[in-house]
């Protein structure tokens, strides 16, 4: 990998214009340009501080990716590796990006989470790796076993970096019209996936939660917007699950604290969420 940061550079001054990978369009300016060109409110701007060190951070990030995704080295993968990186900043992300990209190492290192499936009842969760196009390496996945059928619930896109979960993507899944209306009577699925999440989180060790409100490289927005209005009804339900600040309050967050789940909340799958003995 010695010329990545030739193959950098390459890909930070064809962002100014577009570069197109399965449909996502990563666009973003660098400082000197900004300051050239004027100011672009809607396009991120990168920062770099320090080359060297964002370089060497991005070889580790880039070997995680090949490893994971089982790529060849070759110039036009660790190129999509470095453009794809920034279609899941958000903005902050790109005045900060040393701390970015280590966040994305995290991600990767940290897989010991949901390692093996696990049965809840007749709801099965597991850890699904996902594309190189996808907002994070993991999903969380969850099925609802019926008789012969399956119900698959929203899965979710998640990172861990130290202490805290980051969530950036709920999915839902097509499901036959029949099971879903039983299942969807029934519950909440969106609250029932993330229940079950947060759930596992708390008992891995993890009790803080950052969920993506923005991603400027992609047509997230309204998905965003779902999970935090999710979340934001978890708050209301579970008495330990504390929404500690909203996005741009502190940053681009919603900032969620998580504490023991006591069987306590105003759900109808308190039962799902409680230690069994």
């Known amino acids: 990998m010695d010329k990545l940061e030739e193959i950098f550079d390459e890909v930070i001054e064809e962002a100014n214009d577009g570069i197109k990978y399965n449909g996502i369009n990563i666009k973003f300016h660098t400082l000197d340009k900004c300051i050239l060109n004027g100011a672009f409110s809607d396009i991120p701007v990168l920062i770099i501080r320090n080359k060297r060190e964002t370089?060497?951070?991005?070889?580790?990030?880039?070997?995680?990716?090949?490893?994971?995704?089982?790529l060849d080295p070759s110039r036009s993968n660790i190129k999509k590796c470095v453009a794809l990186l920034w279609s899941n900043a958000c903005f902050e992300d790109f005045?900060?990006?040393?701390?970015?990209i280590d966040n994305r190492i995290n991600f990767y290192i940290n897989d010991d989470f949901l390692k093996h499936e696990k049965e809840i009842?007749?709801?099965?969760?597991?850890?699904?790796?996902?594309?190189?196009?996808?907002?994070?390496?993991?999903?969380?996945?969850?099925?609802i076993k019926i008789d012969n059928d399956k119900y698959y619930l929203p899965s979710i896109n998640y990172g861990i970096s130290n202490d805290t979960c980051y969530i950036?993507?709920?999915?839902?899944?097509?499901?036959?019209?029949?099971?879903?209306?039983k299942i969807e009577s029934k519950y909440d699925v969106n609250l029932l996936t993330l229940s079950l999440l947060?759930?596992?989180?708390?008992n891995y060790g993890i009790g803080k939660i950052k969920v993506v409100s923005c991603l400027?490289?992609?047509?997230?927005?309204?998905?965003?917007?779902n999970i935090l209005d999710d979340f934001t009804s978890m708050g209301n339900l579970f008495n330990n699950i504390i929404i500690s600040s909203i996005p741009f309050e502190c940053d681009e967050y919603m900032n969620i604290d998580v504490y023991k789940f006591d069987?306590?909340?105003k759900t109808n799958f308190n039962e799902l969420l409680i230690d069994k003995e």
């Open 55 to 70: 370089i060497n951070k991005l070889k580790t990030y880039i070997d995680l990716v090949l490893k994971q995704k089982k």
């Open 121 to 143: 009842d007749n709801i099965v969760i597991k850890k699904n790796i996902e594309s190189i196009y996808k907002e994070t390496p993991y999903a969380f996945k969850a099925y």
């Open 95 to 100: 005045s900060k990006p040393t701390v970015f």
């Open 216 to 225: 400027p490289m992609r047509d997230t927005n309204e998905s965003a917007k």
């Open 198 to 202: 947060t759930k596992e989180l708390y």
């Open 263 to 265: 069987g306590k909340s």
């Open 168 to 181: 950036y993507k709920l999915t839902n899944h097509d499901n036959d019209i029949k099971l879903s209306r």
